[in-house]
Protein backbone atom coordinates (compact mmCIF):
# COMPACT_ATOMS: atom_id res chain seq x y z
CA UNK A 1 0.00 0.00 0.00
CA UNK A 2 2.86 2.54 1.01
CA UNK A 3 4.68 1.53 -1.61
CA UNK A 4 1.74 2.17 -4.11
CA UNK A 5 1.65 5.72 -2.50
CA UNK A 6 5.23 6.19 -2.78
CA UNK A 7 4.67 5.39 -6.99
CA UNK A 8 1.74 7.02 -7.15
CA UNK A 9 3.52 10.42 -5.60
CA UNK A 10 6.46 9.57 -7.79
CA UNK A 11 4.27 9.89 -10.90
CA UNK A 12 2.79 12.46 -9.76
CA UNK A 13 5.79 14.47 -9.59
CA UNK A 14 7.22 13.12 -12.91
CA UNK A 15 3.88 14.63 -14.44
CA UNK A 16 4.08 17.61 -12.95
CA UNK A 17 8.05 18.82 -14.60
CA UNK A 18 7.09 17.32 -17.67
CA UNK A 19 3.64 20.24 -17.40
CA UNK A 20 5.90 23.10 -16.02
CA UNK A 21 9.18 22.41 -17.47
CA UNK A 22 8.33 23.59 -20.89
CA UNK A 23 6.52 26.68 -19.71
CA UNK A 24 9.15 27.86 -17.34
CA UNK A 25 12.07 27.84 -20.01
CA UNK A 26 9.51 29.41 -22.90
CA UNK A 27 10.18 32.78 -23.45
CA UNK A 28 7.71 35.24 -25.17
CA UNK A 29 8.34 35.49 -28.93
CA UNK A 30 9.69 38.36 -30.04
CA UNK A 31 7.22 40.33 -31.92
CA UNK A 32 7.23 40.49 -35.74
CA UNK A 33 7.47 43.20 -38.01
CA UNK A 34 4.04 43.09 -38.97
CA UNK A 35 3.11 43.22 -34.82
CA UNK A 36 5.10 46.16 -34.77
CA UNK A 37 4.01 47.79 -37.48
CA UNK A 38 0.12 46.73 -36.45
CA UNK A 39 0.80 48.80 -33.20
CA UNK A 40 1.52 51.88 -35.27
CA UNK A 41 -2.10 51.13 -37.52
CA UNK A 42 0.25 49.83 -40.54
CA UNK A 43 1.65 46.64 -42.62
CA UNK A 44 4.37 45.35 -43.16
CA UNK A 45 4.54 42.83 -46.18
CA UNK A 46 6.70 41.08 -48.58
CA UNK A 47 6.51 40.08 -52.16
CA UNK A 48 6.17 36.81 -53.47
CA UNK A 49 6.77 34.71 -56.39
CA UNK A 50 5.23 31.02 -57.02
CA UNK A 51 8.22 29.01 -57.46
CA UNK A 52 9.81 30.00 -53.80
CA UNK A 53 6.67 28.35 -52.45
CA UNK A 54 8.63 25.04 -52.07
CA UNK A 55 11.40 26.33 -49.91
CA UNK A 56 9.91 25.05 -46.52
CA UNK A 57 12.36 27.63 -44.49
CA UNK A 58 11.52 30.38 -46.65
CA UNK A 59 7.78 29.78 -46.33
CA UNK A 60 7.94 29.61 -42.47
CA UNK A 61 9.62 32.92 -42.52
CA UNK A 62 6.89 34.72 -45.11
CA UNK A 63 3.85 33.15 -43.27
CA UNK A 64 5.83 34.69 -39.55
CA UNK A 65 6.64 37.93 -39.85
CA UNK A 66 4.73 39.84 -42.01
CA UNK A 67 0.72 40.59 -42.06
CA UNK A 68 0.96 41.36 -45.91
CA UNK A 69 1.78 39.87 -49.50
CA UNK A 70 2.03 40.96 -52.97
CA UNK A 71 2.43 38.54 -55.67
CA UNK A 72 5.64 39.39 -57.34
CA UNK A 73 4.81 37.76 -60.70
CA UNK A 74 1.25 36.13 -60.70
CA UNK A 75 -1.22 38.25 -61.27
CA UNK A 76 0.81 39.80 -63.90
CA UNK A 77 -1.23 40.08 -67.34
CA UNK A 78 0.84 37.46 -69.41
CA UNK A 79 0.25 35.23 -66.39
CA UNK A 80 -3.32 35.93 -66.24
CA UNK A 81 -5.04 36.02 -69.58
CA UNK A 82 -1.97 33.91 -71.66
CA UNK A 83 -4.54 33.69 -74.69
CA UNK A 84 -7.23 36.35 -75.54
CA UNK A 85 -10.33 35.71 -73.90
CA UNK A 86 -9.00 32.81 -72.09
CA UNK A 87 -7.63 33.22 -68.03
CA UNK A 88 -5.76 31.12 -65.88
CA UNK A 89 -5.72 32.59 -61.89
CA UNK A 90 -4.12 29.46 -60.59
CA UNK A 91 -0.33 31.49 -59.81
CA UNK A 92 -2.14 34.26 -58.27
CA UNK A 93 -4.80 31.91 -56.64
CA UNK A 94 -1.90 29.49 -54.99
CA UNK A 95 -0.49 33.07 -53.20
CA UNK A 96 -4.05 34.34 -52.13
CA UNK A 97 -4.06 31.38 -50.23
CA UNK A 98 -1.58 30.75 -48.61
CA UNK A 99 -1.57 34.89 -47.45
CA UNK A 100 -5.57 33.23 -46.22
CA UNK A 101 -3.63 30.58 -44.20
CA UNK A 102 -1.29 33.00 -42.41
CA UNK A 103 -4.23 35.96 -42.02
CA UNK A 104 -2.24 38.03 -44.24
CA UNK A 105 -4.17 40.91 -46.64
CA UNK A 106 -3.00 40.82 -50.43
CA UNK A 107 -1.89 44.11 -52.65
CA UNK A 108 -2.68 42.60 -55.96
CA UNK A 109 -0.46 43.65 -58.94
CA UNK A 110 -1.12 44.78 -61.51
CA UNK A 111 -3.31 45.32 -64.07
CA UNK A 112 -2.22 47.58 -67.06
CA UNK A 113 1.40 47.74 -67.34
CA UNK A 114 3.70 47.98 -70.53
CA UNK A 115 5.93 44.78 -69.07
CA UNK A 116 5.21 41.47 -69.19
CA UNK A 117 2.50 41.48 -71.18
CA UNK A 118 1.28 38.13 -73.45
CA UNK A 119 2.61 37.75 -76.90
CA UNK A 120 -0.96 37.80 -78.27
CA UNK A 121 -1.30 41.74 -76.78
CA UNK A 122 2.33 42.82 -77.44
CA UNK A 123 2.71 40.95 -81.26
CA UNK A 124 0.67 42.88 -82.85
CA UNK A 125 -1.20 46.03 -83.39
CA UNK A 126 -4.35 47.37 -82.50
CA UNK A 127 -7.55 49.92 -83.19
CA UNK A 128 -8.42 52.27 -80.31
CA UNK A 129 -11.74 50.43 -79.88
CA UNK A 130 -10.33 46.91 -80.04
CA UNK A 131 -7.88 47.88 -77.21
CA UNK A 132 -10.21 49.41 -74.77
CA UNK A 133 -12.81 46.03 -75.02
CA UNK A 134 -9.51 44.07 -74.33
CA UNK A 135 -8.26 46.27 -71.56
CA UNK A 136 -11.82 46.78 -69.61
CA UNK A 137 -12.28 42.74 -70.58
CA UNK A 138 -8.71 41.63 -68.56
CA UNK A 139 -9.48 44.49 -65.34
CA UNK A 140 -12.49 43.21 -64.68
CA UNK A 141 -12.55 39.40 -65.22
CA UNK A 142 -9.41 39.65 -63.05
CA UNK A 143 -10.38 42.38 -60.16
CA UNK A 144 -14.22 39.98 -60.16
CA UNK A 145 -11.99 36.93 -59.47
CA UNK A 146 -10.08 38.81 -56.74
CA UNK A 147 -13.20 40.78 -55.39
CA UNK A 148 -12.75 40.49 -51.06
CA UNK A 149 -9.87 39.03 -51.57
CA UNK A 150 -7.33 41.54 -52.53
CA UNK A 151 -7.55 45.11 -50.62
CA UNK A 152 -5.53 46.86 -52.93
CA UNK A 153 -4.58 47.04 -56.57
CA UNK A 154 -1.52 48.63 -59.00
CA UNK A 155 -4.21 49.59 -61.17
CA UNK A 156 -1.65 51.10 -63.35
CA UNK A 157 2.07 50.42 -63.20
CA UNK A 158 4.71 52.87 -64.75
CA UNK A 159 3.00 54.99 -67.11
CA UNK A 160 5.48 57.98 -66.36
CA UNK A 161 8.96 58.40 -67.98
CA UNK A 162 11.73 59.84 -65.35
CA UNK A 163 10.62 63.75 -67.28
CA UNK A 164 7.24 63.21 -66.12
CA UNK A 165 6.18 62.63 -69.83
CA UNK A 166 3.64 60.00 -70.71
CA UNK A 167 5.34 56.46 -71.19
CA UNK A 168 4.92 55.59 -74.88
CA UNK A 169 2.81 52.18 -74.07
CA UNK A 170 0.60 50.61 -76.26
CA UNK A 171 -1.94 51.87 -74.11
CA UNK A 172 -1.33 55.50 -74.29
CA UNK A 173 -0.17 55.14 -78.02
CA UNK A 174 -3.39 53.67 -78.60
CA UNK A 175 -5.72 54.96 -76.42
CA UNK A 176 -4.05 58.40 -75.33
CA UNK A 177 -3.64 59.10 -71.31
CA UNK A 178 -7.35 58.86 -70.50
CA UNK A 179 -6.60 55.34 -70.50
CA UNK A 180 -5.56 55.67 -66.50
CA UNK A 181 -9.12 57.52 -65.55
CA UNK A 182 -10.92 54.46 -68.25
CA UNK A 183 -8.91 51.56 -65.67
CA UNK A 184 -9.47 52.90 -62.52
CA UNK A 185 -13.51 53.54 -63.38
CA UNK A 186 -13.69 50.00 -64.75
CA UNK A 187 -11.78 48.62 -61.83
CA UNK A 188 -14.03 50.25 -59.51
CA UNK A 189 -16.99 48.80 -61.27
CA UNK A 190 -15.95 45.48 -60.57
CA UNK A 191 -14.98 45.94 -57.12
CA UNK A 192 -16.05 49.10 -55.71
CA UNK A 193 -14.72 48.03 -52.10
CA UNK A 194 -11.07 47.85 -53.33
CA UNK A 195 -8.29 50.35 -53.05
CA UNK A 196 -7.21 51.75 -56.50
CA UNK A 197 -3.44 52.79 -56.75
CA UNK A 198 -1.24 54.50 -59.26
CA UNK A 199 2.34 52.71 -58.77
CA UNK A 200 5.98 53.72 -59.89
CA UNK A 201 9.67 53.70 -59.13
CA UNK A 202 11.88 57.16 -58.87
CA UNK A 203 8.82 58.64 -57.15
CA UNK A 204 10.51 58.52 -54.05
CA UNK A 205 11.38 62.18 -53.79
CA UNK A 206 9.94 65.82 -55.30
CA UNK A 207 11.29 66.22 -58.60
CA UNK A 208 9.74 65.89 -62.59
CA UNK A 209 7.95 62.37 -62.42
CA UNK A 210 6.64 62.36 -59.06
CA UNK A 211 4.76 65.92 -59.64
CA UNK A 212 3.68 63.96 -62.81
CA UNK A 213 1.51 61.97 -60.53
CA UNK A 214 0.72 65.03 -58.25
CA UNK A 215 -0.69 66.39 -61.42
CA UNK A 216 -2.42 63.13 -62.66
CA UNK A 217 -3.77 62.49 -59.01
CA UNK A 218 -4.96 66.32 -58.55
CA UNK A 219 -6.85 65.89 -61.89
CA UNK A 220 -8.73 62.62 -61.35
CA UNK A 221 -9.85 63.72 -58.10
CA UNK A 222 -11.48 66.93 -59.33
CA UNK A 223 -13.05 64.63 -62.07
CA UNK A 224 -14.24 62.21 -59.67
CA UNK A 225 -12.57 59.57 -60.93
CA UNK A 226 -11.82 56.65 -58.32
CA UNK A 227 -7.98 56.76 -57.07
CA UNK A 228 -7.34 56.04 -53.59
CA UNK A 229 -3.60 55.60 -53.49
CA UNK A 230 0.04 56.24 -54.80
CA UNK A 231 2.58 53.57 -54.13
CA UNK A 232 6.07 54.38 -54.71
CA UNK A 233 7.66 51.64 -55.05
CA UNK A 234 11.17 52.34 -53.51
CA UNK A 235 13.78 50.50 -55.33
CA UNK A 236 16.80 52.69 -54.08
CA UNK A 237 20.41 52.28 -54.40
CA UNK A 238 23.23 53.41 -52.60
CA UNK A 239 25.07 55.08 -55.41
CA UNK A 240 22.26 57.25 -56.20
CA UNK A 241 21.86 58.55 -52.55
CA UNK A 242 18.73 58.86 -50.29
CA UNK A 243 15.40 60.54 -51.57
CA UNK A 244 15.58 62.94 -48.65
CA UNK A 245 12.20 64.45 -49.63
CA UNK A 246 10.52 61.27 -49.21
CA UNK A 247 8.33 62.38 -46.03
CA UNK A 248 7.69 65.90 -47.76
CA UNK A 249 6.53 63.82 -51.13
CA UNK A 250 3.99 61.44 -49.34
CA UNK A 251 2.75 64.45 -47.28
CA UNK A 252 1.84 66.14 -50.39
CA UNK A 253 -0.49 63.00 -51.71
CA UNK A 254 -2.05 62.57 -48.29
CA UNK A 255 -3.07 66.31 -48.55
CA UNK A 256 -5.11 65.27 -52.04
CA UNK A 257 -6.93 62.33 -49.72
CA UNK A 258 -5.01 59.79 -51.19
CA UNK A 259 -3.40 56.85 -49.10
CA UNK A 260 0.35 56.05 -49.67
CA UNK A 261 2.57 53.24 -49.77
CA UNK A 262 6.27 52.24 -49.88
CA UNK A 263 5.20 49.14 -52.61
CA UNK A 264 7.93 47.38 -53.78
CA UNK A 265 11.19 48.16 -51.29
CA UNK A 266 14.49 47.34 -51.78
CA UNK A 267 18.03 48.93 -51.52
CA UNK A 268 21.00 47.87 -53.33
CA UNK A 269 24.33 47.78 -53.77
CA UNK A 270 27.57 47.11 -55.29
CA UNK A 271 28.79 43.48 -53.93
CA UNK A 272 30.74 41.97 -52.60
CA UNK A 273 28.79 43.83 -49.16
CA UNK A 274 30.75 45.44 -46.51
CA UNK A 275 29.76 46.52 -43.21
CA UNK A 276 30.05 49.95 -44.01
CA UNK A 277 27.48 49.89 -46.64
CA UNK A 278 25.13 47.05 -44.93
CA UNK A 279 25.34 50.04 -42.56
CA UNK A 280 24.23 52.27 -44.74
CA UNK A 281 21.66 50.57 -46.09
CA UNK A 282 20.47 49.79 -42.39
CA UNK A 283 20.24 53.36 -42.12
CA UNK A 284 17.96 53.56 -45.27
CA UNK A 285 15.70 51.44 -44.40
CA UNK A 286 14.94 52.92 -40.55
CA UNK A 287 14.91 56.54 -42.58
CA UNK A 288 12.04 55.20 -45.06
CA UNK A 289 10.21 53.41 -42.43
CA UNK A 290 10.50 56.51 -40.08
CA UNK A 291 9.31 58.60 -43.51
CA UNK A 292 5.85 56.13 -43.45
CA UNK A 293 5.26 56.20 -40.00
CA UNK A 294 5.35 59.87 -39.56
CA UNK A 295 2.66 60.30 -42.59
CA UNK A 296 -0.76 59.40 -41.31
CA UNK A 297 -1.86 58.12 -44.84
CA UNK A 298 1.01 55.76 -45.20
CA UNK A 299 -0.54 52.98 -44.95
CA UNK A 300 2.06 50.12 -45.31
CA UNK A 301 5.33 48.89 -46.49
CA UNK A 302 6.24 45.91 -48.93
CA UNK A 303 9.80 44.35 -49.39
CA UNK A 304 10.33 43.46 -53.21
CA UNK A 305 10.51 39.65 -51.39
CA UNK A 306 12.27 39.83 -48.29
CA UNK A 307 15.67 37.49 -48.41
CA UNK A 308 18.71 38.39 -50.95
CA UNK A 309 17.91 34.57 -51.73
CA UNK A 310 15.29 35.62 -54.14
CA UNK A 311 15.79 39.43 -54.71
CA UNK A 312 15.46 40.51 -58.50
CA UNK A 313 18.38 42.67 -58.37
CA UNK A 314 21.28 40.70 -59.22
CA UNK A 315 19.56 39.33 -63.18
CA UNK A 316 18.73 42.96 -64.13
CA UNK A 317 21.81 45.03 -62.69
CA UNK A 318 25.07 43.32 -63.20
CA UNK A 319 26.98 43.30 -60.36
CA UNK A 320 24.54 44.59 -57.64
CA UNK A 321 22.50 42.70 -55.12
CA UNK A 322 22.58 42.39 -50.63
CA UNK A 323 19.24 44.81 -51.34
CA UNK A 324 17.27 43.30 -48.89
CA UNK A 325 16.65 42.87 -45.08
CA UNK A 326 17.48 38.68 -44.62
CA UNK A 327 20.47 37.24 -46.26
CA UNK A 328 20.55 34.45 -48.76
CA UNK A 329 20.51 32.45 -45.69
CA UNK A 330 17.60 34.01 -44.55
CA UNK A 331 19.97 35.57 -41.47
CA UNK A 332 18.72 38.88 -40.49
CA UNK A 333 20.89 41.80 -41.42
CA UNK A 334 21.95 44.97 -39.77
CA UNK A 335 18.75 46.55 -42.35
CA UNK A 336 15.93 44.22 -40.18
CA UNK A 337 17.41 45.20 -37.21
CA UNK A 338 17.51 48.69 -37.97
CA UNK A 339 13.72 48.72 -39.07
CA UNK A 340 12.37 47.23 -35.95
CA UNK A 341 14.16 49.83 -34.05
CA UNK A 342 11.94 52.65 -36.08
CA UNK A 343 8.85 50.42 -35.90
CA UNK A 344 9.58 50.48 -31.60
O1 LIG B 1 8.71 32.50 -66.37
C1 LIG B 1 10.01 32.44 -66.98
C2 LIG B 1 10.57 31.04 -66.92
O2 LIG B 1 9.76 30.20 -67.67
C3 LIG B 1 12.01 31.07 -67.45
O3 LIG B 1 12.58 29.80 -67.29
C4 LIG B 1 12.85 32.09 -66.71
C5 LIG B 1 14.26 32.21 -67.27
O4 LIG B 1 14.77 33.51 -67.16
O5 LIG B 1 12.24 33.34 -66.80
C6 LIG B 1 10.94 33.38 -66.24
O6 LIG B 1 10.43 34.67 -66.35
C7 LIG B 1 10.98 35.64 -65.48
C8 LIG B 1 9.86 36.20 -64.61
O7 LIG B 1 10.36 37.24 -63.80
C9 LIG B 1 9.23 35.14 -63.72
O8 LIG B 1 10.17 34.61 -62.83
C10 LIG B 1 11.60 36.75 -66.30
O9 LIG B 1 12.73 36.26 -66.99
C11 LIG B 1 12.01 37.90 -65.41
O10 LIG B 1 12.40 38.99 -66.22
C12 LIG B 1 10.85 38.34 -64.55
O11 LIG B 1 11.32 39.36 -63.68
C13 LIG B 1 10.33 40.07 -62.97
C14 LIG B 1 10.33 41.55 -63.37
O12 LIG B 1 9.38 42.23 -62.60
C15 LIG B 1 10.01 41.76 -64.83
O13 LIG B 1 10.14 43.14 -65.12
C16 LIG B 1 10.66 39.95 -61.50
O14 LIG B 1 10.57 38.61 -61.08
C17 LIG B 1 9.70 40.83 -60.70
O15 LIG B 1 10.11 40.85 -59.36
C18 LIG B 1 9.74 42.25 -61.25
O16 LIG B 1 8.87 43.05 -60.53
C19 LIG B 1 8.76 44.43 -60.94
C20 LIG B 1 7.38 44.88 -60.58
O17 LIG B 1 6.41 44.04 -61.15
C21 LIG B 1 7.14 46.32 -61.03
N1 LIG B 1 8.17 47.18 -60.51
C22 LIG B 1 9.54 46.78 -60.76
C23 LIG B 1 9.77 45.36 -60.26
C24 LIG B 1 11.20 44.95 -60.46
O18 LIG B 1 11.50 44.83 -61.82
Same mark, same amino acid.
Given at each position: ??????????L????????????????????????L????????G???????????P????L??????I????????Y???????????????E????? *? =??????? #??T @??W +??? &????????????????????K?????????????????????????????????????????????????A???????????N????????????????????L *? =??????? #??? @??? +??? &??????????????????????????????????????????????????????????????G???W????????????????????????????????????????
Amino acid at each position: MRRNRLRLAGLLAAVLVAVTAPAAEARPEPPTLADLAQRHGRYFGSATDNPELTDAPYTALLGSEFDQITPGNGMKWYATEPQQGVFDFSQGDEIVDLA *R =ANHQKVR #GHT @LVW +HSQ &LPGWLSDREWTADELRAVLKKHIQTEVRHYRGKVFAWDVVNEAFNEDGTYRETVFYRTLGPGYIADALRWAHQADPRVKLYLNDYNIESIGPKSDAYYRLAQEL *R =AQGVPLH #GIG @LQA +HLA &LQYGYPATLEDNLRRFSRLGLDTALSEVDIRMYVPADEAKLATQAAWYRDLTEACLAVRRCVGITLWDYTDKYSWIPAFFEGEGAALPWDEQLRPKPAYYAIREALK
